[in-house]
């Protein structure tokens, strides 16, 4: 593998081939061109090329792509060919419903401990089975004996900081944060941010712009 | 305004501003430099200078930013000076999350319809007062109704593009997709997509370079 800067927009699409080569290999189909390909991402052709070019030579030149081994190429290079253990940090309405989120277990999330600042008051949805919710005094210890590696936070923004800090002390180096908040990391730390209003502002900058805004 | 070509990268980062500007408003702070909003941001000035310069000269060369009037400028530049009425579609546990979530009304945005396949089973949080859930049938007829300018997809991702065309054909022209699957809508229409599936990969990836696999 070259060691180039893999810009994250890449890696986004690279999950998304995954998912795409995933339903070909269910729909029984081997081979597929880059053309098809390209066409069910809603992308060119030159893109995918140049997206897999960071990581080797995939496809053969007038036939196509391997299905199978494409996919599972792409999987060893996002790293989900195993499991991998995460912790959930906040278990209010947010993260009691990722906690109950299947989609991150199709994944390969297995979300093995949750943590709250009131684990007494804290629930989680009746249907699924979840750890039992633990005090966040407790981070450091249940990380280090389960050998979790990624961190979810779903707190308030003014407690993001404190628990970003928790888990990285653990040794998480790994985090999807929901708190609406910059964290401050060391440099070995990955943070992806998943800001829900900053999602719908950008719509409705959109929408304002083509004068739809509302009276 | 300049008919520019915003990035969606901007919009996002004038959400931050307006956001951290909201805060150094709260601190009673009246003027602040680049500098310090930068270092805020987590930011470089240049950046955030570049960023504003879509929309128009702000600031004062050697003074800095007038907090209220930049917040003022950018939440009429994001379209949040006005409340957007929001309708989300599939109230499973992601759905009855994001209805309860109470980010979504700091930014503006106030659900005002909620719709699902199975009405009678989808259960809302007890805490919130939330619209009663009407069966999908109802979405066209609905959102005209109560004048919905934005969709919430929190179906699975087989449903998702039924629902995309529901309510495209009611009206919507911004929808926040939360399905696993490229949405296929008209021009005029705008999609962001949060594939939170996608983003924990995104860590994993970054996180096997590093080594730290899982065994």
């Known amino acids: 593998m070259k060691r180039l800067k893999i810009p994250d927009v890449t890696v986004h699409r690279l999950s998304d081939y995954a998912r795409i080569l995933d339903q070909f290999d269910g729909e029984g189909i081997r081979i597929v061109s880059s053309d098809v390909l390209a066409a069910r991402c809603g992308l060119n052709p030159a893109q995918i090329r140049k997206d897999l070019a960071y990581f080797g030579e995939f496809g053969v030149r007038g036939v196509g792509y391997h299905v199978g081994e494409l996919k599972e190429n792409l999987k060893g290079i996002l790293g989900v060919t195993h499991a991998w253990r995460v912790a959930l940090v906040g278990a209010g309405n947010l993260g009691s419903a990722l906690a109950a989120y299947q989609g991150f277990l199709t994944h390969g999330f297995i979300i093995t401990a949750v943590f709250d600042k009131y684990p007494e008051q804290a629930k989680l949805p009746p249907n699924g089975r979840f750890p039992k919710i633990l005090g966040v005094d407790r981070i450091k210890a249940e990380i280090r004996r389960r050998g ?68």
Request: proline residues 6%; charged residues 20%; hydrophobic residues 45%.
């Open 148 to 215: 979790i590696q990624i961190g979810i936070i779903t707190v308030p923004a003014e407690a993001a900081q404190g628990v970003a800090e928790r888990l990285v002390s653990a040794g998480i180096s790994g985090i999807l944060n929901f708190a609406p908040v910059r964290l401050r990391v060391p440099k070995h730390v990955k943070v992806r941010n998943v800001d829900l209003g900053s999602e719908l502002e950008s719509l409705s900058f959109f929408l304002s712009k083509q004068g739809g805004a509302p009276s």
